[in-house]
């Protein structure tokens, strides 16, 4: 701190001839030549000034004229953009209503191939099942018929002796030799 209070007494002994700096003292300075500095920098400041706020206003122009321009642009970037939504809204609408009928067709169709299938397969249902009954009927009809010959073979060896097996074989000779002299 010393050298601070040190350095500003040294500034008051400096001489300040020859160098260039501003008097502080009001009553000391010539109000003469400050009204002439004053008026050299008010009348040749006004013309830079005119000229920095002139500039200053054209580029603050050219800048709101180039935001409306951009304004507009977007305004209309975002009218033709709601234009392709709205557009886009509708074919998705129709695509919707179409895919719904769509799949309504499809469903209708199918619940007619289904119905379409399922008939026919009761119709082979029955038909595999009337098939089985008419096989198992005649499987039945031939084994009674074996059953029936089987029996009646018994009952014919038992009863049969050689000499009525003899007379009946001679009876469908005769027989044979009656159709065979019919026929000719």
């Given at each position: 701190?010393?050298?601070?209070?040190?350095?500003?007494?040294?500034?008051?002994?400096?001489?300040?001839?020859?160098?260039?700096?501003f008097?502080?003292?009001?009553?000391?300075?010539?109000?003469?030549?400050?009204?002439?500095?004053?008026?050299v920098?008010?009348?040749?400041?006004?013309?830079?000034?005119?000229?920095?706020?002139?500039?200053?206003?054209?580029?603050?122009?050219?800048?709101?004229?180039?935001?409306?321009?951009?304004?507009?642009?977007?305004?209309?970037?975002?009218?033709?953009?709601?234009?392709?939504?709205?557009?886009?809204?509708?074919?998705?609408?129709?695509?919707?209503?179409?895919?719904?009928?769509?799949?309504?067709?499809?469903?209708v169709?199918?619940?007619?191939?289904?119905?379409?299938?399922?008939?026919?397969?009761?119709?082979?249902?029955?038909?595999?099942?009337?098939?089985?009954?008419?096989?198992?009927?005649?499987?039945?009809?031939?084994?009674?018929?074996?059953?029936?010959?089987?029996?009646?073979?018994?009952?014919?060896?038992?009863?049969?002796?050689?000499?009525?097996?003899?007379?009946?074989?001679?009876?469908?000779?005769?027989?044979?030799?009656?159709?065979?002299?019919?026929?000719?």
């Amino acid at each position: 701190m010393k050298n601070v209070t040190d350095f500003c007494v040294s500034l008051g002994y400096w001489p300040s001839a020859g160098s260039f700096g501003f008097n502080t003292d009001i009553l000391a300075t010539n109000p003469i030549n400050l009204t002439v500095v004053l008026g050299v920098l008010i009348f040749f400041g006004k013309g830079v000034l005119n000229d920095l706020l002139d500039n200053r206003k054209q580029r603050i122009l050219s800048t709101i004229r180039n935001s409306e321009e951009l304004r507009k642009g977007a305004i209309e970037q975002l009218e033709r953009a709601r234009a392709r939504l709205r557009k886009v809204e509708i074919e998705a609408d129709e695509y919707r209503m179409n895919g719904y009928s769509d799949i309504e067709r499809e469903k209708v169709n199918l619940i007619n191939v289904t119905s379409e299938s399922l008939e026919r397969l009761e119709n082979y249902k029955n038909e595999t099942l009337h098939f089985e009954q008419q096989r198992a009927i005649n499987q039945v009809r031939q084994r009674v018929f074996q059953q029936a010959l089987q029996r009646a073979l018994g009952t014919l060896n038992s009863c049969l002796n050689n000499e009525l097996h003899l007379r009946t074989i001679s009876a469908n000779i005769n027989t044979l030799g009656a159709m065979e002299k019919i026929t000719d």
